[in-house]
């Protein structure tokens, strides 16, 4: 069962308002009255296959809702999926469903990208994903969207016995945009590490929440997020970590850490763990704050200007996340993407 | 005597002149709280000269006012080096002048290699003064060989700057910069604190290496041990704000025997 609301964009009433907890720093309703008039279908763009183009991999692509080739995708072996989510359209709204599995002992990589070429679009991009026994899952997703784009992304995942899932989600926000993750982990031994990043300018918006839940003995769970805000940005990360009964041998860690470097910059997070088992180790760190002034003057004094100085303490405090990702070439595209845009 | 001490009218005094860290009648607040008030004091091109006082005295005050550290700027008073007006400067610009200040507790910076630091800031520096900037394997190069000097493991450098570094290991860095950044007019605040007698001789022999005729060097230090190992031409006692007595190097090992309490009525 979901402990998240399922959206669906051709019914308004489904729509969370502020009203409903899990969405509370998202008011959608308040953004988005009435479901969006579908958007037309649009050709893929001949030029380029996305930021991750170059890791190669099989494609699997959706522009303004349609999937260009399979929607549904069962991996086993060693194998690279780029995850493209094209949004091609004006004022106008999609949904998208993918399904991947990772047979057991399957490695998978999922490139996501959520392209958004369009503008004041709304996309509502569903992941159902499920890891076998001893498969490993590597998701990464890089958000780049316009302003003023609405934009949902809901993942449901789940982690089989002695399944592996790593999962970095890279965005700089938009108008109104939420990177959902519910992860159950359903047997003995599943290890999630769950990271995401923001980078937040203008009124941007970026919502990173998370489920996390335990309902079986020995998992792990490391979860650390990081974001940067300015000007008028706003970021929200919510993260509960669920240990049920029974599930003991737990051991789950949650970290968000936030820079607000404006005076219009907006954080809002709340971490959340629920114990119901005994034998359990947890622990979750949460702080916002501004670059360390002591910092900034000792990098002045060696020679770097105040905005090379910012710049490069900024840099360095996200980049602990990409220095998680395991996977050389992602880690590098990622960085790249992210430094780009810094 | 040496050719810069020739009379004046031929242009070589206007020369020495330039070459000197002038502080004239220097004020500085923190906060509400007068700390420096109306300190004065010249360092020659060429000196080194040492500052002792008590705790509160105004040491790290001075060092960091002349480098521009936000919330010590000068209420009255002039910094001139070399003729150059410092306090109207940025620190950044200050050190592309060659301003540097070793810090009594170098600071941690989580993320970023200390190579890379060290590097980002020698081009800083290179481009604010409109010279080319150093190529990535000549940096390696330089920083080989400093380091040996200074008997540092190199891979020591490929970590997060002074991030989990041992307090001798910090003081080591710093003198590493120094060295690599090439300044002209150097600070050295309390550099002897947290150093057993094996890094301090380290780090004496590295701040000697500086030494030269082209550069002023200020050893700011509550104690005399420091100036047996970097031995000063003048020292100066600062009391509450002020230099109250200057002299020769036997003023430090008078101030050992007797301390600083007979300055402390003149101050007053």
Not at chain 1, 152 to 176: M, W
């Amino acid at each position: 069962m979901s402990a998240l609301p399922v959206i669906d964009l051709k019914d308004a009433s489904s729509f969370p308002s502020r009203r409903v907890e899990a969405w509370k720093y998202s008011d959608l309703r308040k953004y988005l009255r009435e479901a969006p008039a579908p958007s037309p279908s649009a050709a893929i763009p001949m030029t380029g296959g996305g930021p991750f183009e170059g890791l190669g991999g099989e494609p699997m692509a959706f522009v303004n809702g349609r999937a260009v080739g399979v929607n549904t995708l069962m991996a086993c072996g060693t194998q690279t999926v780029r995850l493209r989510l094209i949004s091609k359209a004006e004022a106008t709204g999609h949904a998208t469903t993918a399904r991947i599995s990772a047979r057991a002992g399957a490695k998978l990589l999922i490139l996501e990208t959520h392209e958004g070429e369009g503008s004041a679009y709304v996309a509502h991009n569903r992941l159902e994903l499920d890891v076998a026994h001893d498969a490993e899952v590597t998701r990464i997703v890089l958000a780049d969207e316009p302003e003023d784009a609405i934009s949902i992304s809901q993942a449901r995942v789940r982690v089989a016995p002695g399944g592996r899932y790593r999962q970095t989600v890279v965005t700089t926000g938009a108008k109104l945009q939420r990177l959902e993750t519910e992860v159950t982990h359903l047997g003995q031994g599943a290890d999630v590490r769950m990271d995401g990043l923001y980078a937040l300018t203008g009124a941007r918006q970026a919502d990173l929440t998370s489920v996390v839940d335990h309902t079986a003995a020995d998992g792990t769970t490391s979860q650390l997020t990081k974001g940067v805000v300015r000007d008028a940005g706003r970021g929200v990360f919510q993260g509960k970590i669920i240990v049920e009964r029974g599930a003991d041998g737990t051991d789950a860690r949650m970290g968000h850490h936030a820079l607000i470097l404006s005076e219009r910059g907006e954080v809002d997070a709340k971490p959340e763990l629920i114990i119901y088992a005994d034998d359990v180790q947890c622990a979750h760190g949460n702080t916002v704050g501004n670059l360390d002034q002591n910092a900034l003057f000792y990098m002045q004094q060696r020679g770097l200007p105040l905005d090379e100085a910012r710049a490069l303490l900024t840099e360095a405090f996200l980049i602990e996340v990409v220095d998680r990702i395991e996977h050389e070439g992602a880690r590098e595209v990622v960085r790249e993407w992210l430094t780009a845009r810094l | 005597m040496g050719p810069r001490d020739k009379p004046e009218g031929d242009g070589f005094q206007v020369s020495r002149f330039n070459r000197v860290l002038k502080i004239n009648n220097l004020h500085v607040s923190v906060g509400d709280k007068p700390i420096l008030k109306g300190l004065s004091l010249d360092v020659p091109a060429g000196e080194v000269h040492a500052v002792m006082g008590p705790n509160g005295a105004g040491k790290s005050t001075l060092g960091y006012a002349l480098s521009g550290r936000p919330g010590y700027e000068a209420a009255e008073g002039a910094v001139a080096w070399k003729g150059e007006d410092l306090l109207a400067l940025e620190p950044a610009e200050r050190a592309a002048k060659g301003v540097f200040l070793s810090f009594q507790y170098p600071i941690e910076i989580p993320g970023v290699p200390a190579l890379t630091f060290v590097r980002t800031a020698l081009n800083a520096q290179r481009r604010a003064r409109g010279e080319e900037e150093v190529s990535a394997p000549n940096f390696l190069k330089l920083v080989k060989a400093a380091s040996e000097k200074l008997r540092m493991d190199f891979d020591m450098l490929k970590r997060p700057l002074n991030v989990g570094f041992s307090g001798g290991e910090k003081k080591r860095m710093e003198i590493l910069q120094m060295a690599l950044l090439e300044p002209s007019l150097l600070i050295l605040d309390e550099t002897d604190s947290g150093l057993d007698i094996d890094a301090l001789r380290i780090v004496a022999d590295g701040v000697n290496a500086m030494r030269s005729p082209e550069r002023a060097m200020l050893v700011i230090t509550h104690y005399q041990r420091l100036l047996d190992y970097i031995k000063p031409d003048r020292v100066h006692v600062l009391v509450a704000g002020r230099i109250v007595a200057s002299g020769g190097p036997e003023l430090a090992h008078q101030l050992e025997a007797d301390g600083y309490d007979q300055y402390l009525p003149a101050a007053a």
